[in-house]
């Protein structure tokens, strides 16, 4: 999958980021993640699927939670943001969404979509 030009034409290869976040801090990471590029389908900006539901981590070992303590069980409510983006932005999203988050260690993954004219 691509996201075309005006006149039709293919540009990058798109990925599709998806990343777990408090609430909270939706907003904020929506827009660093804007502002990095993704985001963007044809005409369109600032394109995201949002959804809500309960995230669960366990903290170990050295871990330096923001919420929650070491060796406990922690059960709280996450929105899972989704966005496409051009795949040779893929390191500046990256950046922008570990710069933005608020978690010592942001829960995300990256899916490289397929060309559907292929």
Avoid: K
């Avoid at 669960?56 to 059960?75: K, M, N």
């Avoid at 608020?102 to 490289?112: C, D, G, N, V």
């Amino acid at each position: 999958m691509s996201d075309p030009d005006a006149e039709g034409r293919a540009s990058a290869p798109l990925d599709v980021l998806v990343a777990y976040v408090p609430p909270s801090h939706t907003e904020a990471l929506l827009a660093a993640l804007f502002a990095a590029g993704a985001g963007a389908v044809g005409e369109y900006r600032e394109c995201a699927w949002v959804t809500s539901g309960t995230g669960r981590f366990r903290p170990v070992g050295a871990a330096r939670p923001t919420v929650g303590s070491v060796g406990e069980l922690e059960l709280l409510p996450e929105d899972r943001v989704e966005l496409v983006l051009e795949r040779p932005l893929r390191r500046q999203v990256v950046a922008a969404l570990r710069a933005a988050h608020p978690y010592e260690t942001p829960a995300f993954h990256l899916i490289e979509s397929a060309d559907p004219d292929a």
